[in-house]
């Protein structure tokens, strides 16, 4: 009993774009202290609707039409008597959604709806139904998409939620570029890396080639074998982070004295076996690659003296979190700077500005500035407010009683 009551609720978001979709799970973690956590569909136990997006009230419609089966949070502006969702008024009130979650809870335990939480190892508990199974057309689909979900419940490296790093613990899990002075500008200016010599390059090109053809691949090397999964965007390396993050590090041609190679693979004789924790998500893989390899350098392609633009935010519920992350994004969401004004701007280290740049380039997230109109106008720098000594208040009363 105890564990369904520490176990947070697993809740998939709909409807929502990336900057709320970001907030919802930072609130998550933050105001709602973990009681609830964001997770895939496939291992939720209730769904959140933010109903004043048009995707939210396709999203409702969708799921009204199918017949809502676990809870469904309703988060509006307007309460619109909705039959059978819980409603949680806009703006979001923490009491009210800690109300929501608890209310949520309830119903999930009375209809047995809880499920193990999606980083547990444990395999899940077959319906007699489907356990039963004797032939029947139906139920051999169900057996097979019980084994499909218990599959994918057990990819616990694709499905764990984002670790966020602060400053004091960046150095110790990135490692630190020896010969750069990162408070020497000229120094700062030369702390470039390319991506080719290292494994992230290799990879990179593997990925694109699996992509292009469509088929599953293996990049060998003499370390461990990496296997792409263009299909269901996965990559399987039977290493832990820590294996990957000291290999990362490495230059190809003094770790391997050779250079890396890619085969097709058979599917059937892959040698994934039962590893399924080594799975991860491509894009996932390719940021902590592109972190661990960076080490607070930015990309050669990259000129340190133009801006730089996003396209979009990061998915951070999937992703190593570095310092300043959301910052630097929503600061470039504003508009293209250079990597030494976000540093100047945010008054934050220039690693930590090249880190998430490698990281968010990596994945095509971030690109150089090419066009006249990115640099015909300087990006005001944001100050920070400045408290009044005195209020307005105070203000009028002492205007007042200087008045004749």
């Known amino acids: 009993m105890k564990d369904n009551q520490t176990k947070p609720l697993q809740a998939v978001l709909h409807g929502m774009d990336g900057r709320t979709y970001k907030t919802m799970v930072m609130y998550f973690q933050g105001p709602c202290k973990g009681v609830a956590v964001v997770v895939e569909d496939i291992d939720a136990e209730v769904d959140i609707i933010d109903t004043d997006f048009a995707a939210g009230q396709d999203a409702l419609r969708k799921i009204q039409e199918k017949g809502i089966v676990r809870p469904v949070i309703v988060l509006s502006r307007e309460d619109n008597k909705l039959e059978n969702v819980i409603y949680v008024e806009k703006p979001i009130r923490l009491s009210n959604m800690l109300a929501a979650f608890e209310q949520a809870k309830t119903i999930t335990e009375k209809k047995g709806l809880t499920k193990p939480s999606p980083l547990?190892?444990?395999?899940?508990?077959?319906?007699?139904?489907?356990?039963?199974?004797?032939?029947?057309?139906?139920n051999n689909a169900a057996a097979k998409k019980a084994r499909e979900d218990s599959d994918e419940r057990k990819k616990t490296a694709k499905h764990k939620t984002a670790m966020q790093l602060d400053e004091s613990g960046f150095s110790s899990f990135i490692g630190i570029v020896p010969g750069i002075d990162f408070s020497d500008r000229e120094q700062v200016l030369k702390a470039s890396y390319s991506p080719k010599n290292y494994f992230q390059g290799y990879v990179l090109s593997a990925f694109k080639v699996s992509k292009e053809k469509n088929r599953m691949l293996q990049l060998n090397s003499t370390w461990k074998p990496l296997l792409i999964?263009?299909?269901s965007h996965e990559v399987w390396l039977d290493a832990d982070d820590k294996q990957l993050r000291a290999f990362a590090s490495?230059?190809?041609?003094?770790?391997?004295?050779?250079?890396?190679?890619i085969t097709a693979v058979d599917p059937a004789t892959s040698g994934v076996g039962g590893k399924l924790d080594r799975f991860h998500?491509?894009?996932?893989?390719?940021?902590?690659?592109?972190?661990?390899?960076?080490?607070?350098?930015?990309?050669?392609?990259?000129?340190?003296?133009?801006?730089?633009?996003?396209?979009?935010?990061?998915?951070?519920?999937r992703s190593l979190i570095t310092p300043h992350a959301l910052r630097i994004t929503a600061l470039l969401i504003n508009g293209p700077r250079t990597m030494l004004n976000i540093s100047e701007v945010l008054n934050v280290k220039p690693q930590y500005v090249f880190v998430f740049i490698s990281a968010a380039y990596a994945l095509g997230l971030v690109g150089q500035a090419e066009r006249r109109a990115d640099e015909l106008f300087v990006p005001p720098p944001i100050e920070p407010v400045k408290k009044e000594s005195k209020g307005l208040l105070s203000k009028i009363l002492g205007k007042l009683r200087t008045s004749p």
Request: hydrophobic share 40%; aromatic share 12%.
């Open 250 to 261: 490495l230059e190809m041609n003094k770790a391997t004295g050779t250079k890396l190679t």
């Open 120 to 138: 547990a190892h444990e395999t899940p508990v077959a319906s007699k139904d489907v356990v039963a199974a004797n032939g029947d057309e139906a």
């Open 229 to 231: 999964f263009p299909h």
């Open 281 to 317: 998500d491509m894009d996932a893989f390719i940021w902590k690659l592109a972190i661990w390899t960076s080490k607070g350098r930015y990309p050669q392609a990259i000129d340190i003296n133009r801006p730089v633009f996003i396209k979009h935010w990061p998915n951070f519920t």
